[in-house]
């Protein structure tokens, strides 16, 4: 007991394995009770005992074994793990359990199977028995049939796989075991009741009393289906409806749908083995087949007999064989060996299915033309062979064939082939006969019906009779119109006989058929009722249905017309219309006409018809034509009329009045009445007769569109056509030709005979008359609408100057679609009511424009001494059979499929030793797919597949070639021929590692694009699993992309099962792939009705691919307007194509639409998370470098290759940059449109832009920091959060380029940075940016540093991560740094926290050095002085920074009051335009009054004064209240309450919200529009512009984008601001207050609107941009003319600058110029020169003339020049003197360029010469001889005198006396009036005082300087109208002081007097730099009036004498102070009230 003590201690795991058998067995019993506690299935617990469940079974004690297998069964059914075990399980419980004695042991490891096939591992279960089957040992043997039975029984035969159990079944019947035979027996039981009769062959073999035995069995089985009573784990839903139905009462709901899923139909071929007959052939079997004797011919067809007698062959390749029997069928004299042929044929097409499909177009022809013998036995033999061979292809195939043989004179021939038709109906369903089909049968078979010999006629009618029976009455009736009645009954009597076979075959003859009992099927399919009323009720219904049908299916049908090229409805017309329509009306004679004529119409009409007198024909021809259009359609006999209408004089008819009537009578008939071909016969020839007479030619023309509509216009086009060029008068000939081009517009193309045509236009290019060829080649155009580029291919020998034509006019229809039939589709459908079938309507009507061209057929070229040509031993003859062929096809352009002995031929020199040959045949197949076009399809098993073969060449050329030919098939063919069958796989199968990379990289191309694939499919997938095991690395690739696509179409379950037959280790490897794949996985293919829209999409994408990116990207489409459009409707017309001809010859363009439609990013589901998941287990790199290696680059791609489009995959992984740039570019495009797309693709596109920061090249790296921008933004609006992954494989890459040595570049990166810090923390951002500032790139450093600072003003000190402390000891290490800009950088830093934080800084930073603290403390205290320049900077660079004291650190979104600010700060930020003067913040004005309501006093609204240094301002100056307004006499009215109103509804412009910005500006409408009130805007310009563009930027950017959104809404929007411009900028006195900066920004939003293309697309859209080309030329006209010249120049540079920009905006833009230059002449005098020169310097320093050559376009330096030289000549030498502002003119080229052009002129005026050379000469050497200096004073002089020259004389005096300060005046003022000398000294006098303050001060108040009248600053808003300080430095406030005493002065203001004022709210305008500053800086003061003032209360910070711009100019510290001590009070009692 001692030794069970110890065991009993032992955990149960190890009791299990304990040597002792008592411990086993009690080990086994507490496992069995632990495994039954478990509730988790997933438990850890499962996992111990995995390894020792197979000891469990195997276990050597008998009686521990028991309960080992009680154990292991409760394990297996609990544990999740379990299947892990199943292999070593089972095959110990067949090993060591099913040979045990004791019943229960087998019983439990029955069950253990049994089980293991419940938890999905029946295949291992199954294997394993099967392997037990070969056991020695009888009694496993018995075992494992009994177990495989009780599965097969629980589980049924989807789950237990037959084939292989009954591949071993005739074994097991012969065991000499009895107890084997009797188990086998039972089994075969089993599986008969599932499967039936297809048990029977593969048995056919075993033992007779065996059989007979299982017959008997058979016999006894109940007739109902079984079921499975057994369910997986993952049918337990199944389960549970089959314990319902249980429950219920047993079987109560029989067979339903569970039934069906529980039995799969099983077919008997699929369980047989094939045999390989090919080997087995007699070695001599072709030369007896061709030997003399017909014993031997006999001997060698029953040795092929026996051979095929196997059910089921081996693929291989059976060309020669069957063309040896196909030659006895044929040829062969004896008709037993035709017989013996036919059945050889039959067995091997029985035994080959499918792949006999290949060699079926062969044997057709030969069979049925065999069909002439009479021979019973050879008939039947000859059927059988058809019937057989038609199994193996389809109706489609064979249908030419067939075709070809029904108008064989052989009246057996034809009824034989009726019969076969018949037959194959049999095996047809709806959709497999399509319309297409039975058009072209029933057309044949009804000729048939007519036939003499009676056996063709019964034929017929059967095929006719089952085509209805299959296809529906609906389908075939409408091809049944003109069959007489007895006919039709008869051929509906055949369709009553009909029993449909279901598709299986039903045997020979159609006799037998005929003879089965169906009469008690007749009633039920007629109906009780007869035929008669059967065909009324038809021909009832027929209009009923219409109007519905119509309605319902109208609409929808004519668009997609339109986009099929017309064909459709046409298409559908011909099919339904003519037929039932259709009169054939006898010729009546002329006396019947007459009478039925005169029964219709006033006797006296009749009478006067052939008057002599004109007037009476006229007035009997009106009659005539009242009495028609009152005739009631079924009364009127058209024939009559019309030959009333051609009685004598008729046609010949002289006088034009009367002939005009005639023609319309007769388009009245034709359109009122029944109007039938004999009538139309009866007047065509006079219509076309007067075709091109002046008078009467447009109603020959109607009445010919009429007949058309009534009679098709393909017979009419023909008849017309016919009649036009038998005549010789060209007139008539061009009219027609002209008529039909229209008509075929109206009616669209389907049934027009093209070559029929082509042999008219041709003669008609041959005519001598230009008209005629004109009309012609017009004619071609439309075709070539319908047709496509192959058109030209029937011209190419035309000369080449007419080809040219012919191109030309091509050219113009290049890329348009063809119109919708407008005509012939709403007739004629009565009765056919066929309008449900539209969708296959579509396809059927695509085809004809393929099969209308004629093809040609080249068999009879195809010689036998070809055949051997190309078959010859010696190359070059085999070469010069492959030219032979090469031009045959050439010459034929189209051909028709039969090709003869070419294909078998062509087949050979595949496999040729020589390369080039094999090269020239893989082109000649190209050639062939082109010109045998969707017909190439039955040549793909025989041809195509062999050219796969060739991808195996070693010769990468050869190979390349091979691929390019199978594209060019498959362009023809669709993939699903390549597909079906075995060829694929069997090509897969072979181990040539070129053809498995190349083929598997085909099929990863195109299977992605297919919607459905065949189920065949699934055969390649075990090569696939091998080829991921390759040896070669590129096939495993290549396996590895295509998984995937094949998963796509398979599903994952399809795919992991059939890793099954794999070994374990692969097992696993493979399944690994799987699931890796399934996250990859992409969605399959939208259905096609969506790919229209798809089509118009892929073309603009296209268009816009160079598009650059910015922020305004979607407006710089490079392509002009036109050309987008056509290239839009190119996409469309290339795609209309592809689905109307399953594909039209001209494929190139077609093909690449195709390749670049759909979407770019592909959303794969759960895609992003796995590639995470994978990060995270280091399955995959991580996302982590210095510089990017090879295998990243190489995983990256690998990621993309399931969700980024192939095409832009390979630009952006191209080597070239451009490509990346390219790629750049359509990502940016499609941002908007694909927002799910791209989020779901973010980690990958970030990673893929982190590579791009590692290029050298700049271009690049701007686009992607453009395209980042754009990206961020998007995010944002989604309010997209990055994720971890995203941001650490992201962020620190981005941060390198923060410390880019281009200044652009850096700005980018910190704009992309702050609004990161929208999508992701910044508090998360804070630590990778504090990593930057250890980089050893000192701009890196600095720049992060102020980054950091930005973060902590923005967000608090909270971002500071880990902790403040930390953080701020890191940053101050900086203090020390060796380089100035980092030190700078990190004081700043610091004392941005200090502003922040206050002295708490100095404890968190800890100790420094005693020199770095000092500098830190100076500068400290520096900033306490001043509002910090550097801080102040810094917000402004900071866009999206939302300063609020309470920001919180993880805030991600923007409030709706900050979104305005953002965008606008974002406007700022991308306008590259450098602001150097102004260094303001923000300015900003409380109106405190109107906040408290205190309206009682009279205020005075005044701009708000720049803070500057006040320091040196000693005196206190206070503006006082004006005395007087010199602004408005309305200024009661617009007391501040309007100003504040205004305000409001101008803030309103700029709203989100659609309907309040539309209700604000019709209320400012209101306004502009009464001129009493309009002057309340003045002061207010500046303010609506900036709000209105801002609104055009948010239409632009967000309306525009919005899906949800109704565009007419943003037409509206669109209408009212354009509406309201105009209207602001016809009043002159408002439209000048604009400054430049406003305008600016204005001419970019509508530039920017003009060239949007999505405008365009609207609807108005074309009415909207005309309104805005009509405002543009308002603004340039009416406003400043300075001020918009200057905004012109700053916008053209900044377009040339930006790389986003489009060259069609800079074109706009200087076509803007251009026009500004052509006003240059009246308004010079307006312009202030100074500042226009000044920009123009501007602009020629940033684009020196050399730069300015490099432009792409020559139009910038033209633009320029024209300028300067327009200049030049109005203002001449003097244009000189107006370079005042240019501070350092030596850098200017300008200069030198003005001197130039002076010189140039003068030269060439020469009178002048002296003067401006004398000028110029000044200028240069500032030396002057005194006779020239009297010159150029008498000019000035000249000038003063002049009344319009009198400023710019003075103007010029002043300045020649500043240069030349000893110049003496006098003598020219002593002559003159003492008025005009102080007239001259006042003048002086002013422009000195305005030059001294303009030299200074940088403002304009609004006085001229010459006018003296008394006036104030007024509250307009305008920036520096007059010049600015032109160096831009600091100026000092004595100025201003100085400047305000003059002022006061002119105001008649006391200068001494002081009042106190409390506030001063006005706002002076901002200094102007020289360069025009954006009016977004001045929207910040204007639009946070209203809605900030609190916030802004919060940024003042009251505590210390700084007042940040808050308007409040202050001159001494005390007075500053009681005002600060004021404004405190005033807000305090705000804030109180409100409270």
């Given amino acids: ?170 074994k097991l019947f012969e065991s000499r075991e009895k107890a084997v035979r009797d188990e086998a027996k039972l089994l075969a039981v089993e599986i008969y009741r599932w499967i039936r009769d297809a048990l029977r062959p593969p048995l056919q073999n075993i033992n007779s009393v065996q059989l007979k035995e299982l017959e008997e069995e058979w016999v006894k089985l109940p007739s109902s289906a079984p079921k499975q009573v057994r369910f997986l784990r993952s049918q337990q839903e199944m389960k549970a409806k089959f314990e319902q139905q249980q429950a219920a009462g047993g079987d109560a709901d029989g067979g339903g749908d569970d039934g069906d899923e529980a039995v799969p139909q099983v077919d008997a071929y699929e369980l047989l083995e094939a045999v390989e007959i090919l080997s087995k052939l007699p070695k001599d079997f072709y030369d007896k087949i061709e030997a003399k004797k017909w014993q031997e011919r006999k001997e060698a067809l029953e040795a092929v007999e026996v051979l095929v007698k196997n059910p089921k062959l081996e693929a291989g390749d059976y060309a020669d064989l069957v063309k040896a029997l196909k030659k006895v069928v044929g040829k062969d004299t004896n008709v037993l060996l035709v017989a013996l042929a036919a059945k050889c044929l039959a067995g091997l097409a029985t035994g080959l299915r499918k792949k006999f499909g290949q060699y079926a177009g062969h044997v057709v022809p030969t069979i049925l033309e065999k069909f002439k013998e009479k021979k019973p036995q050879v008939v039947q033999a000859l059927q059988e062979a058809i019937d057989a061979i038609f199994l193996t292809t389809t109706l489609q195939n064979l249908s030419e064939d067939i075709l070809a043989v029904m108008d064989n004179k052989n009246p057996t021939i034809k009824q034989q082939t009726s019969l076969f038709i018949a037959r194959s109906f049999r095996h047809c369903t709806p959709s497999t006969l399509s319309k297409s089909m039975l058009k072209l049968f029933c057309a044949a078979l009804l000729k048939h019906v007519n036939d003499s010999a009676a056996e063709v006629r019964d034929a017929a009618f059967e095929a006719l009779g089952i085509a209805l029976k299959v296809a529906g009455e609906k389908a075939v009736n409408p091809f049944l119109a003109e069959v007489d009645k007895l006919k039709l009954d008869r051929i509906k009597e055949c369709a009553e006989k009909v029993e449909l076979a279901g598709g299986n075959k039903t045997g020979g003859g159609a006799d037998r058929r005929e003879t089965r009992p169906v009469a008690g099927k007749a009633p039920a399919l007629s109906g009780a009722a007869g035929d008669k009323d059967i065909k009324d009720n038809v021909a009832k219904s027929g209009p009923q249905k219409k109007a519905p049908a119509a309605k319902a299916g109208g609409p929808p049908k004519k668009g997609k017309q339109a986009a099929a090229g017309g064909v459709g409805s046409a298409g559908t017309k011909g099919k339904k219309g003519p037929e039932v329509k259709e009169i054939f009306e006898p010729e009546l004679s002329i006396e019947v006409c007459e009478e039925k004529a005169s029964a219709v119409l006033p006797a006296a009409c009749i009478q006067q018809l052939d008057s002599g007198n004109w007037k009476e024909r006229l007035a009997c021809m009106e009659e005539f034509q009242k009495a028609v259009e009152l005739m009631d359609r079924t009364e009127m006999p058209c024939q009559a009329l019309v030959r009333m209408l051609a009685k004598k004089p008729g046609w010949k008819e002289t006088n034009f009045q009367v002939m005009q009537i005639k023609l319309h009578i007769v388009a009245l008939v034709a359109q009122k009445g029944t109007f039938s071909k004999t009538s139309a016969q009866i007047v065509l020839d006079g219509l076309v007769d007067k075709i091109g007479d002046v008078k009467c030619g447009n109603n020959a023309k109607e009445a010919l569109t009429a007949i058309a509509e009534a009679c098709l216009l393909p017979w009419t086009a023909e008849q017309v056509m016919s009649m036009a060029f038998s005549q010789k008068n060209p007139k008539n000939q061009s009219e027609t030709l002209n008529w039909l081009s229209n008509a075929i517009k109206e009616f669209g193309f389907a049934g027009l005979n093209v070559k029929a045509f082509i042999s008219n236009v041709k003669t008609a290019l041959a005519a001598t008359n230009p008209a005629v060829r004109t009309s012609a080649i017009t004619l071609l155009g439309v075709m070539y609408l319908y047709v496509g580029p192959s058109l030209r291919m029937f011209f190419e020998d035309e000369k080449p100057a007419l080809l040219s034509q012919i191109d030309a006019e091509f050219e113009k229809m290049q890329g348009q679609t063809p119109p919708a039939p407008t005509r012939g589709n709403s007739r004629h459908t009565v009765g056919s009511g066929d309008d449900g079938e539209d969708g296959e309507e579509q396809e059927d009507s695509g085809n004809d424009v393929v099969d209308l061209l004629p093809r040609s057929d080249i068999s009879d070229k195809i010689t036998s001494d070809l055949v051997s040509k190309i078959g010859d031993k010696n190359w070059k003859i085999r070469k010069e059979g492959l030219d032979e062929v090469t031009s045959i096809i050439n010459e034929a352009k189209f051909i028709q499929p039969n090709i003869g002995e070419l294909a078998p031929a062509l087949k050979n020199r595949l496999n040729d030793s020589n390369k080039i040959l094999v090269q020239q045949t893989l082109s000649i197949l190209q050639q062939l797919a082109t010109a045998m076009g969707p017909n190439i399809k039955q040549h793909v098993k025989n041809l195509g597949i062999p050219i796969i073969s060739i991808l195996g060449d070693s010769k990468s050329n050869v190979r390349a070639a091979s691929l390019t030919t199978v594209n060019a098939w498959t362009e023809q063919t669709g993939m699903k021929e390549w597909l079906e069958g075995e060829d694929l796989s069997e090509e897969l199968k072979k181990e040539n590692p070129f053809l498995r990379q190349e083929l598997l990289g085909w099929l990863a191309e195109k299977l992605p694009t297919l919607r459905n694939v065949p189920s065949d499919l699934v055969l390649c997938v075990p090569h696939l699993y091998s080829c991921l095991e390759d040896r070669n690395g590129d096939v495993r690739k290549k396996a590895q992309d295509a998984l995937p696509f094949f998963m796509m179409h398979l599903g994952f379950e399809k795919m992991a099962k059939a890793t099954g037959k794999l070994k374990p280790a692969s097992k696993d490897q493979v399944l690994a792939m799987l699931e890796k794949a399934k996250a990859n996985m992409p969605a399959k293919p939208a259905p096609p009705p969506k790919m229209s829209s798809r089509a118009g999409g892929a073309a603009p994408t296209k268009c816009q691919a160079a598009s650059g990116s910015g922020e305004d990207f979607a407006s710089s489409t490079l392509e002009t307007k036109p050309d987008a459009k056509k290239a839009k409707a190119g996409g469309t017309a290339a795609k209309s194509k592809g689905i109307q001809g399953k594909k039209v010859p001209s494929k190139s363009n077609l093909k690449e639409d195709d390749d670049r439609s759909g979407p770019v990013f592909i959303i794969v589901p759960n895609g992003k998370e796995q590639r995470m998941k994978d990060e995270k287990g280091l399955k995959v790199l991580k996302w982590n470098f210095t510089t990017p290696r090879d295998e990243y680059i190489e995983q990256l791609k690998t990621q993309m290759f399931s969700c980024v489009a192939k095409w832009l995959q390979d630009e952006m992984f191209h080597a070239d940059f451009q490509h990346h740039n390219k790629a750049l570019a359509v990502m940016t495009e499609h941002l908007e449109s694909e927002k799910d797309g791209v989020i779901s693709c973010l980690d990958l596109i970030l990673k893929w832009l982190t590579l791009r920061f590692f290029d050298t090249n700049t271009s690049v790296l701007m686009k992607s920091l453009e395209y980042l921008k754009l990206l961020f933004a998007m995010l944002n609006q989604e309010e997209y959060h990055l994720t971890e992954n995203e941001a650490t494989s992201f962020i620190p890459y981005l941060i390198l380029k923060v410390g880019e040595s281009k200044d652009v570049i850096r700005r980018d990166v910190r704009t992309i940075l702050n609004r990161m810090c929208l999508i992701y923390p910044a508090s998360k951002m804070f630590p990778f940016i504090m990593e930057g500032t250890k980089s050893k790139n000192s701009k890196q450093r600095a720049e992060c540093l102020e980054e950091l600072g930005c973060l902590v003003e923005s967000y608090g000190m909270n971002v500071c991560q880990p902790t403040p402390g930390k953080a701020l000891k890191e940053m101050a290490i900086h203090i020390g740094d060796r380089d100035n800009t980092v030190r700078n950088a990190a004081l700043n830093t610091i004392v941005t926290v200090y502003n922040v934080h206050g002295d708490q800084v100095f404890k968190l930073i800890g100790n420094l050095s005693e020199k770095d603290m000092s500098m830190l403390e100076e500068r400290i205290k520096r900033s306490a002085k001043r509002p910090n320049a550097a801080l102040a900077k810094q917000v402004e660079e900071k866009p999206q920074r939302v300063q609020s004291a309470n920001a919180n650190v993880n805030m991600l979104r923007k409030g709706p009051a900050e979104d305005m600010s953002s965008k606008l700060n974002q406007a700022r930020n991308t306008s590259s335009h450098s602001e150097t003067s102004h260094t303001v913040p923000r300015e900003f004005q409380l109106d405190l009054d109107e906040i408290e309501n205190d309206n009682g006093t009279v205020r005075c609204e005044m701009p708000a004064l720049v803070q500057h240094k006040l320091d040196d301002l000693f005196e206190p100056v206070l503006i006082p209240e004006p005395k007087i307004r010199a602004v408005s006499p309305h200024f009661d009215d617009m007391h501040s309450n309007t100003a504040s109103t205004i305000n409001f509804v101008i803030s309103q412009v700029a709203s989100g919200d659609i309907n309040t910005s539309i209700q604000a500006l019709a209320q400012i409408d209101e306004v502009l529009r009464q001129e009493d009130k309009a002057e309340a805007m003045s002061g207010h310009i500046d303010q609506f512009l900036i709000a209105t563009f801002m609104q055009l930027r948010l239409i632009y950017n967000t309306h525009m984008a919005d899906e949800k959104l109704d565009k007419d809404e943003i037409v509206k929007l669109y209408s009212c601001i354009i509406g309201n411009m105009i209207s602001l900028f016809q009043i002159e006195s408002l439209a000048r207050e604009a400054s430049a900066g406003v305008l600016k920004d204005l001419m970019h939003g509508l530039i920017t609107l003009m060239l949007d293309s999505r405008v365009e697309d609207l609807e108005e859209g074309q009415q909207v941009i005309r309104s805005v080309n009509l405002l543009v030329v308002k603004v340039l006209e009416k406003s400043d003319q300075t001020n918009i010249l200057s905004a012109l120049l700053v916008l053209l540079q900044d377009s040339l600058l930006a790389t986003a920009s489009s060259p069609k905006f800079s074109e706009l833009v200087m076509k ?263 009016s977004t800086d001045m929207l910040h003061s204007k639009l946070s009036q209203l809605r900030e003032s609190r916030e802004q209360y919060q940024h003042i910070d009251l505590d210390s004498n700084q007042t940040h711009s808050s308007g409040i100019g202050t001159t001494t510290s005390s007075s500053a102070a009681s005002n600060i001590d004021d404004l405190k009070k005033r807000l305090e009692r705000i804030k109180s009230s409100r409270k």
Avoid at 1729 to 1758: A, G, T
Avoid at 1826 to 1838: C, T
Avoid at 1840 to 1867: F, M, Q, R, W
Avoid at 1968 to 1974: E, F, L, Q, R, W
């Fill in 1 to 170: 007991m001692g030794d069970d003590s110890e065991w009993m201690k032992l955990p149960i795991d190890q009791k299990c394995e304990h040597k002792l058998w008592k411990a086993r067995l009690n080990g086994y019993e507490e496992a069995l009770k632990l495994f039954e506690k478990i509730d988790d299935e997933k438990s850890p617990e499962w996992s111990k005992y995995l390894g020792l469940i197979k000891k469990f079974v195997i276990d050597s004690n008998a009686v521990a074994q028991l309960k080992g297998l009680e154990a292991a069964l409760a394990y297996i059914e609990n544990a999740h793990v379990a299947g892990k075990t199943t292999g070593e399980v089972v095959a110990g419980v067949v090993n060591k359990v099913f040979n045990q004695p004791k019943a229960r042991a087998k019983e439990l490891g029955i069950d253990i199977c049994l089980t293991f096939v419940e938890i999905e591992k029946g295949e291992v279960v199954q294997e394993e028995l099967l392997k037990g089957l070969d056991n020695k040992n009888p009694k496993i043997i018995v075992a494992c049939i009994e177990t495989l039975r009780r599965a097969l029984s629980e589980f049924g035969s989807k789950i237990i796989s037959l084939k292989p159990i009954i591949k071993v079944l005739p």
């Fill in 1712 to 1974: 803007c110029l251009w026009r500004m230059v052509r006003l240059l002449p009246e308004t010079i005098n307006t312009i202030n020169l100074d500042r226009i020169m000044l920009d123009i310097h501007i602009f020629m320093k940033v684009f020196p003339k050399e730069k300015l050559k490099q432009c792409k376009s020559e139009f910038p330096i033209r633009t320029l020049k024209t300028l300067i030289h327009t200049l030049c000549k109005l203002k001449g030498p003097k244009i000189l003197d107006h370079l005042t502002m240019i501070d350092n003119k030596n850098e200017s080229e300008l200069e030198a360029h003005l001197c130039r052009v002076m010189k140039h002129s003068l030269d060439q005026t020469g009178s002048k010469s002296d003067k401006g050379t004398e000028k110029c000469a000044s200028r240069i050497d500032e030396k002057s001889p005194k006779a020239k200096v009297n010159d150029i004073l008498a000019e000035i002089f000249k000038k003063i005198g002049s009344k319009e020259n009198t400023k710019e004389g003075l103007a010029e005096l002043y300045e020649y006396k500043k240069k030349y300060s000893d110049a003496d005046i006098e003598p020219f003022l002593k002559n003159s009036s003492q008025f005009f000398q102080s007239y001259v000294e006042r003048g002086l006098r002013l422009i000195e005082m305005e030059r001294e303050g303009k030299g200074r001060i940088p403002s304009s108040t609004g006085v001229s300087p010459q006018t003296e009248v008394s006036c104030i600053p007024t509250p307009t808003n305008t920036v520096s109208s007059s010049i600015g300080n032109s160096n831009g430095e600091e100026v000092g406030p004595s100025v201003y002081l100085e400047r305000l005493k003059i002022l006061r002065q002119r105001c008649g203001l006391d200068n001494a007097k002081q009042e106190d004022r409390a506030l001063l709210t006005s706002q002076l305008s901002k200094p102007s730099a020289p360069t025009v500053a954006s």
